[in-house]
């Protein structure tokens, strides 16, 4: 019994793929015989999971979309994905929409075996969102589950860790880390560890982290940053603002304050009509194009790059413009 009902669960969880599963395939997915393959698809049919069959060439049987939605079959990975895309849409969306991030949340965690409750409990206690705005134009950074639960029970543990980081350059080295708090901000996971061979607190961004391995050698007693949020917005924007300049915008600091992310820069206001913006980015052209955005009018102040960077959009936009 306990065997079948395996198989069936992952032929289910086959059929879940948007393909279409010929009957030899499934056969050697669950390594059994495409009889028992017709046998169990009739099984699901009968529990009212919607399968089709297609005939012809390249037919084979599929999960019927846009059905009432059955049993949902996920792994570890995508169920710690799932929880936190959830706990990101409970923090930010509206109160109807949390609500439901919420409910779903709860069933999900009630489903979960006692051995990923834990690590997904280690991941909530130890982590925490931060709102700093999106990084403009970066591409989407390749995030490891398994990385990031083992940083969580690090955290929880307050063991030392061992791994492989890669710098901004693209340098890899060893590092050996005292890991302390998981931060979320401009869609990324940062580390907030001690970095035993710098001899100081840092940020380290998780999709760069490598080979990491707990070790058993516990935590220094050390003295953590004072004001957590403050310490991990200095250091992303250290890395952020590889080049800096100054801007006149003309309107009022309510209009445009909201567009400036502590991790890019600080908005001063300079008169009742006028505020005083100065900001990074990875480089001048990146920080015009950003500067844009704010739809008002701008006066560069200083440094003459950035004048030049705008200059190289304006003349490209002029170019797409005179084209017919």
């Known amino acids: ?3 079948t009902s395996e198989r069936l669960l992952r032929l289910l969880a086959l059929l879940q793929h948007s393909r279409i599963w010929s009957a030899d395939q499934l056969a050697e997915e669950i390594a059994v015989t495409e009889r028992t393959v017709r046998r169990d698809v009739a099984r699901l049919r009968q529990l009212g999971y919607p399968v089709t069959t297609i005939h012809g060439a390249g ?8 059905a009432a939605l059955p049993p949902l079959m996920f792994d570890e990975k995508e169920a710690v994905a799932t929880v936190l895309a959830l706990q990101d849409a409970a923090a930010t969306e509206s109160p109807a929409g949390a609500s439901d991030a919420l409910s779903a949340l709860s069933k999900i965690h009630g489903a979960m075996p006692q051995r990923l409750r834990a690590a997904v409990a280690a991941l909530t206690n130890h982590s925490s969102s931060l709102e700093l705005g999106s990084l403009i134009g970066a591409p989407a950074a390749v995030l490891s589950i ?9 955290c929880r543990s307050g063991r030392q860790v061992t791994c492989v980081y890669q710098k901004h350059a693209g340098q890899s080295s060893p590092r050996r880390l005292e890991p302390l708090h998981l931060v979320h901000t401009m869609n990324r996971w940062y580390l907030v560890a001690f970095a035993a061979d710098s001899g100081g607190w840092r940020t380290f961004r998780v999709d760069r982290i490598t080979e990491p391995v707990v070790t058993p050698t516990p935590n220094y007693p050390r003295e953590p940053p004072s004001e957590l949020d403050s310490f ?4 992303i924007a250290a890395g952020v603002r590889q080049v800096t300049g100054t801007v006149r915008v003309h ?10 992310s502590p991790a890019w820069g600080t908005i001063v206001p ?33 440094p003459p790059e950035l004048r030049s960077a705008f200059a190289a959009i304006s003349a490209t936009a002029r170019q797409i413009a005179d084209n017919e």
Do not use: C, F, N
């Open 1 to 3: 019994m306990w065997e």
């Open 59 to 66: 037919g084979g049987y599929e999960l019927e979309p846009g």
């Open 232 to 235: 991990v917005t200095q250091q």
């Open 251 to 260: 309107a009022p600091i309510s209009e445009v304050a909201a567009w400036i």
């Open 146 to 154: 398994d990385t990031l639960l083992l940083l969580a029970k690090a």
């Open 270 to 302: 300079e008169t009742t009509t006028a505020s005083l913006i100065t900001a990074g980015a990875d480089s001048y052209s990146a920080m015009a194009r950003w500067l844009l955005l704010l739809d008002r009018p701008l006066e560069v102040l200083h």
